[in-house]
């Protein structure tokens, strides 16, 4: 009889004991996640402007926020952003997952080096990135003290290019990233499907473009998400690179609900601009989750 209480409270404690350790992190997440996600959304409702307020004013802060030529804007800004950001990542990712899978020599330090940017903060590469762009300290001045005194390189200071800035810095931090799941997907494929498609006479081309990157659809799809959700919520890159000019040149959804909110006492617009990110981004997480899910039932 004693052991089979004994033997129950052990049961009970290893049953109870991971919800116990767990609970004041979920607890965290609930209240400084979910719970702050949930007041920004009720914010948004309001006539807040400098702090919080409760004077409800239904969608007038919405109906604002696409009233404004700024918003729009960012939009602009982080639509061209965003489109090249993913599409040269991958470009880019998907090459040098290809070159590193065909095991050259050397691959053990290759793999460290293109992975090691994806290791700083969006604050060092717009930090670095900016010394480098700027034609005073930068690129420029570098070519101009070598005698290339007609070197110009001054996309920084230009409001036409400055986005693209942007993307240079952004697309050299994640494209290491991106490669390292395409790489995992590569090693991941059945090397006898592979052999079987090169005894049938099919060319290197082929190879890739009927079987392999058809059975990367998986990593493509992560590759975009993940890109897609660091593209939306992009803040520090841009106020470490360019503050978000010149003028409004490089202005974000992410940079003009900080301006909104903190700068401008515009509480209740800001708040709108983030649920509408938000928004954005569960669009995107929402159906590749109910992807995910599927396909493992």
Request: with cysteine; proline share 4%.
């Amino acid at each position: 009889m004693y052991h089979a209480s004994k033997s129950d409270f052990k049961t009970r404690l290893q049953t109870w004991l991971p919800k116990l350790v767990l609970s004041p992190s979920l607890a965290m997440v609930l209240i400084f996640v979910y719970g702050f996600i949930l007041f920004t959304v009720y914010l948004s409702f309001t006539d807040s402007r400098i702090l919080p307020s409760y004077g409800w004013v239904g969608w007038e802060n919405y109906n604002k926020l696409w009233r404004l030529s700024h918003w729009e804007i960012s939009l602009k800004n982080l639509g061209i952003y965003a489109s090249l950001y993913i599409a040269i990542c991958t470009a880019i990712g998907l090459t040098l997952a290809i070159f590193l899978d065909q095991k050259i020599r050397g691959e053990g330090i290759l793999r460290p080096i293109y992975l090691y940017p994806m290791a700083l903060s969006f604050i060092v590469t717009g930090t670095a990135w900016k010394w480098f762009l700027d034609p005073g300290i930068g690129l420029e001045h570098t070519m101009h003290l070598w005698g290339w005194e007609s070197f110009e390189f001054g996309w920084i200071k230009d409001r036409n290019l400055a986005i693209y800035t942007l993307v240079l810095a952004a697309v050299w931090q994640s494209s290491g990233f991106v490669m390292a799941m395409f790489l995992a997907g590569l090693r991941g494929i059945d090397s006898e499907i592979m052999k079987a498609a090169q005894i049938d006479g099919a060319s290197n081309w082929n190879l890739y473009r009927r079987i392999v990157i058809p059975l990367l659809r998986p990593a493509f799809l992560s590759a975009f998400v993940i890109l897609a959700h660091l593209a939306i919520k992009s803040y520090d890159l841009v106020i470490a690179l360019t503050g978000g000019g010149p003028g409004r040149a490089t202005e974000l959804p992410a940079t003009f609900m900080y301006s909104y909110t903190f700068t401008r006492n515009q509480m209740g617009i800001g708040a709108s601009s983030a649920v509408i990110m938000l928004m954005t981004i569960a669009a995107i997480m929402v159906p590749y989750l109910y992807a995910e899910l599927r396909e493992k039932k």
